[in-house]
């Protein structure tokens, strides 16, 4: 019966990855110049790091806790591979068309001062 469940939550868990890998309706056009984009690539591949640090190395963390922190690298995983794409363009400046929870992962990002 342990094992079961443990299958339907192995499959859930895998649904939701599916779910989260996939933008939403793009609300909001954010526009960043090299720089800024650049600043954008550290902090979301620093915080996915230090996320999914925290993800694998917590005995302790709970099961919610855990959902929530993977679905928020899902969000900065669809953040970087729009802002990569948009880098390679041989452009002044970097338009990202974001889903409402992007953008409020960029906006949460762009608040961070360094060393946070």
Known sequence: MKEMYLRYMEFLIGELHKEWENSGSETEKV???KDEAN???RKVML???RQQDGIDNNQNIMFTESIKM???NFIMLRIIKKLLVEMKKE???VTLNLDKDE???YTSLVKLKEGD
Do not use: A, G, H, I
């Open 31 to 33: 526009v960043l110049t």
């Open 39 to 41: 600043e954008l690539k």
């Open 47 to 49: 915080n996915m790091v």
């Open 70 to 72: 993977s679905k928020d």
């Open 91 to 93: 452009t002044d400046f």
């Open 103 to 105: 953008y409020e992962k």
